[in-house]
């Protein structure tokens, strides 16, 4: 990829219309939803899950397990939802873990974040937790996520992936550097699905059946005990064993050893969100525990493997718009594109209905007017096509509406998130590196970062990479300057193309 000093031409929809925002998505105000009529980020999304056939876009190489979920605590203080009713009570569910940016033949020791997806056959219908392994995520508006995966795929000349790529976008995305943190580390290497976290990374809302809303996230911690690769190990790894992480789940339920996971719960007052320090919303962050204690109320068992494959693994298909009663949304941009994106990539691969394949059908009773379509399975017989009927259809019940949110009235536009007190976007990535990482931590961080900087990545990006890494923290920043052969690294962050929005 050459760079070109001259003035890049104007971005167009592919009908040739000029693009006012490649890097917000159109909301109602600076906190509001993001409105349908946005056609430019609806066709991106559109034509990005349809990009590959027939494997996933993202996430392609993955394996899964079935399983259970169980209620520990009481959390009926905070939510109706009937699968968290009471203790003791078990909801079956079926998990999936992959890599992300990875093909189907790719390497499951690379460095990568994981998919932790999760669905819930609960008598509501199936609730989809569709996270990672990691708190955080490289952007915070569904309308950038594109643009993020096309620069962690491969290059359109020479098919190739590009380090250079990676970082090019990364440096020119400071929210990233959160997230980039912890990819670098070597929880960029989990050792096994078994030995990592998970997290709904979103932020959620919950409501209690007096109407009480509360704003969550969702921790799964690892009982077997974190475990990571450092480079050296994942790099073997890759040669030694391919399907590593495949073969491990596989044969660890095989055996009988059931893996494990607790749920902790992070719940912030409704009202706290306006006024607190931070955007509560923006998927680049994480809320300190300090200020929101995580609560521990249920845990989650994988104790039977799929019998084939590509039925129950290939062909499950998550979407985080699956919500049952006591569940809801909330103001995050990057989650509210995905309620679109989800669905409509999963009727491009599987089809029309896949949701009436087994691993997708809900063990509740399903009545809808959505009819016909390939592979076409549940028929509703005499039951009539439309709403409102005479005939004894089914009706709509307003009581089930999902927990929402006020909206102040605002002029429809390309907005970043309305600044809190404390909104940086080297904050927390900083307070990650110094005072959550050990020494052994901070040492393999730079030379991850160091290593992955120095394959094929242009002097000029590399001299972004030690600014970037130095706005995170200055001694950092200077490790990697000396471990590129640059010197000291500058503190200034990436300039901006004229007239474009800080998405910080």
Do not use: C
């Amino acid at each position: 990829m050459s760079t070109n000093k001259k003035r890049p031409p104007t971005t167009t929809s592919s009908s040739g219309i000029p693009v006012p925002s490649d890097e917000h998505s159109l909301t109602v105000g600076p906190n509001g939803p993001t409105v349908l009529h946005d056609a430019h980020t609806v066709q991106k999304i559109q034509q990005f899950n349809r990009e590959r056939v027939p494997e996933r876009v993202v996430h392609a190489k993955g394996s899964g397990a079935h399983g259970f979920f169980e209620v520990t605590e009481d959390v009926t203080q905070w939510t109706n939802a009937k699968f968290l009713s009471e203790v003791g009570k078990r909801t079956p569910m079926f998990a999936r873990f992959s890599t992300v940016a990875g093909e189907m033949g790719s390497a499951d020791t690379v460095r990568d974040p994981r998919g932790f997806a999760l669905k819930f056959y609960t008598e509501e219908g199936n609730y989809d937790l569709v996270g990672n392994n990691t708190p955080t995520f490289f952007v915070r508006d569904a309308t950038k996520f594109q643009d993020f995966i096309h620069s962690q795929k491969r290059l359109p000349d020479t098919g190739m992936r590009s380090n250079d790529m990676q970082w090019d976008f990364w440096t020119l995305s400071p929210e990233s550097a959160h997230q980039v943190t912890i990819l670098m580390s070597d929880r960029g290497t989990p050792r096994t699905w078994r030995n990592m976290n998970g997290y709904s990374s979103h932020t959620y809302s919950w409501a209690n059946a007096a109407g009480e809303r509360f704003w969550v996230k969702y921790h799964w911690k690892t009982v077997q005990g974190i475990e990571n690769f450092a480079l050296d190990e994942a790099d073997a790894m890759v040669a030694q064993d391919p399907d590593f992480h495949r073969r491990d789940l596989w044969e660890s339920i095989a055996h009988g050893e059931a893996p494990e996971w607790r749920l902790e719960m992070q719940i912030m007052p409704f009202d706290d969100a306006r006024s607190y320090r931070f955007n509560p919303f923006d998927l680049t962050k994480v809320w300190p525990h300090g200020d929101y204690p995580p609560i521990t109320i249920g845990r989650m068992v994988l104790d039977r493997n799929p019998e084939n494959h590509f039925a129950e693994v290939e062909q499950s298909a998550f979407a985080p718009s699956n919500l049952v009663p006591g569940i809801g949304l909330s103001p995050d941009k990057m989650l509210m594109g995905r309620i679109f994106s989800y669905h409509d990539t999963h009727l491009h691969r599987i089809g029309t209905n896949y949701e009436q394949l087994p691993i997708n059908a809900a063990k509740s009773p399903v009545h809808t007017y959505n009819k016909d379509g390939a592979m076409e399975y549940l028929h509703s017989g005499a039951q009539p096509p439309y709403y409102p009927n005479s005939y004894g259809g089914p009706e709509p019940d307003p009581s089930k509406a999902l927990p929402s949110w006020w909206v102040e009235a605002g002029e429809i536009g390309y907005y970043a998130y309305e600044k809190h007190r404390d909104d940086d976007d080297f904050i927390q990535p900083g307070t990650l590196y110094r005072e959550v990482m050990e020494p052994a931590d901070r040492e393999h961080l730079v030379t991850n970062i160091v290593a992955h900087a120095s394959a094929g990545v242009s002097a000029e990006v590399q001299t972004r990479v030690i600014g970037y890494w130095t706005n995170v923290d200055a001694d950092l920043g200077a490790q990697v300057a000396a471990g590129l052969g640059h010197g000291n690294g500058s503190r200034e962050t990436p300039v901006r193309a004229p007239g474009t929005q800080r998405a910080d």
